[in-house]
T-cell receptor
Framework: GNSVTQMEGPVTLSEEAFLTINCTYTATGYPSLFWYVQYPGEGLQLLLKATKADDKGSNKGFEATYRKETTSFHLEKGSVQVSDSAVYFC????????????FGKGTTLSVSS | GAVVSQHPSRVICKSGTSVKIECRSL??????MFWYRQFPKQSLMLMATSNEGSKATYEQGVEKDKFLINHASLTLSTLTVTSAHPEDSSFYIC??????????FGSGTRLTVV
């Protein structure tokens, strides 16, 4: 079946450190891939997305590249800030726009100053 | 931007009672609403998909008679947990599908059944 696997958290970093959160997927066909972020007390917000192989999604200094050969979509940021502390979810969609997302378990990131 | 307001954010109810969770799209029409359930340290599990004016489609293993979903208008969808029991305690999240414009999520409801 279709699924998303994320690295276990929590991830604890100091400010300005490099961040990688691993995400791999299993899917039929050619899924679209997403990263969502959830700040405390808020709903999930789209961080970035990629719809085909080799696409790179980027936003707010975060990047992720759709790697079909390794079925991965790892999230990276060169220099994290305290304000990046949140839960990050990797997700995929296997059908057309408007169908449900399939999520990973989420990874909690805690950044200290 | 598109906003989905989900209420209540937290609710505690007694075992055997029913609880209604509302999701309202404030500035757009939500033709499709997804309802998810999240257990601690687990992913968001899709419970059901509802389209305005039609019956919800439930995922395998989700009891449709226990989790009643109503999507009677383009701006309101509700999830009612009937005869709630402690095992129904969880975090419930709604998400409005906006076609090619993506998805907008509510902030979630923490249900505790005592």
């Amino acid at each position: 079946g279709n699924s998303v696997t994320q690295m276990e958290g929590p991830v604890t970093l100091s400010e300005e450190a490099f961040l990688t959160i691993n995400c791999t997927y299993t899917a039929t066909g050619y899924p679209s891939l997403f990263w969502y972020v959830q700040y405390p007390g808020e709903g999930l917000q789209l961080l970035l997305k990629a719809t085909k192989a080799d696409d790179k999604g980027s936003n707010k200094g975060f990047e992720a590249t759709y790697r079909k050969e390794t079925t991965s979509f790892h999230l990276e940021k060169g220099s994290v800030q305290v304000s990046d502390s949140a839960v990050y979810f990797c997700a995929l969609r296997v059908n057309q726009a408007g169908t449900a997302l399939i999520f990973g378990k989420g990874t909690t990131l805690s950044v200290s100053s | 931007g598109a906003v989905v307001s989900q209420h209540p954010s937290r609710v505690i109810c007694k075992s055997g009672t029913s609880v209604k969770i509302e999701c309202r799209s404030l500035d757009f029409q939500a033709t499709t609403m997804f309802w998810y359930r999240q257990f601690p340290k687990q992913s968001l599990m899709l419970m059901a998909t509802s389209n305005e004016g039609s019956k919800a489609t439930y995922e395998q293993g989700v009891e449709k008679d226990k989790f009643l979903i109503n999507h009677a208008s383009l701006t309101l969808s509700t999830l009612t947990v009937t005869s709630a029991h402690p095992e129904d305690s969880s975090f419930y999240i709604c998400s409005a599908g906006r076609g090619n414009d993506g998805y907008t999520f509510g902030s979630g409801t923490r249900l505790t059944v005592v």
